[in-house]
């Protein structure tokens, strides 16, 4: 059972500190609290995924999504981020919410996890993953090819709404079972030059990936 009520888990990760100078070659955009907060809530109430779970953080950002599974219960976080400014960010994040059971990795994902150490580490990996515009096409499908193989349990990532059915595709050659556990807007705040609006809502599918069969199947 979840330790925090959602509102206050909200809370607490609104006091968090996000992108001083955001990259938009690294796709850096803040994962709303209020979405984060429902993300974690929802992996440790209804599937039980967080509390005393060794969780992986993939393109971890300023770490708003380690701190909340670290504030759920999990055993141990280890966020893997390769912009050194963010993990500056997420370390004084953690110091200052006095978080002892968080780790931070500076490596590139795409290529720093192959290791074969790495593999089936992680009972839960939750990443909000680039995706995949501008410069980075597939980069979303290339995070979650890495969650996949990290985890022994489920791996739980955000993908925009209109490439679900190529995601549902990619899960099965995968040879896991995903499933949409719920339909989020995520608002985008003007952040580079390039936006013509003072924000933007985008649709997105907040998926859960059941890596516990993946090699039998």
């Known amino acids: 059972m979840a330790k925090l009520k959602l509102k206050k888990l909200e809370e607490y990760l609104q006091d968090t500190d996000s992108f001083e100078n955001p ?6 955009y803040p994962t709303p609290s209020h979405i984060a907060s429902y993300m974690l ?16 953080d993939l393109g971890s950002g300023c770490g708003v999504l380690s701190i909340g599974a670290s504030l759920l219960g999990a055993s141990q976080t280890i966020g893997f981020e390769i912009d050194r400014e963010a993990i500056e960010i997420f370390r004084n994040n953690v110091v200052d919410m006095e978080i002892p059971s968080i780790d931070i990795v500076q490596i590139n994902v795409l290529n720093g996890l192959k290791d074969s150490r790495w593999t089936n580490i992680f009972d839960t990996i939750v990443m909000n993953p680039p995706f995949g515009t ?8 290339k995070f979650l090819e890495t ?7 489920a791996v739980y990532s955000l993908h925009k709404t209109s490439t679900r059915e190529y995601i ?12 949409v556990v719920a339909e989020l807007r995520y608002n985008i705040d003007s952040l580079y030059k390039f936006h013509k609006k003072s924000s933007i809502d ?5 998926w859960r990936f059941d890596t516990s ?5």
């Open 168 to 179: 549902s595709k990619k899960s099965k050659e995968l040879k896991c079972k995903a499933e």
């Open 134 to 141: 501008k410069n980075n096409a597939g980069m979303d499908i």
């Open 147 to 153: 969650a996949i193989n990290l985890s022994n349990n």
């Open 202 to 206: 985008i649709e997105v599918d907040f």
């Open 41 to 56: 809530y929802n992996m440790q109430f209804m599937y039980g995924d967080i509390e005393n779970k060794i969780i992986g």
């Open 213 to 217: 069969n993946k090699d039998n199947l």
């Open 23 to 28: 990259k938009v070659s690294l796709e850096q």
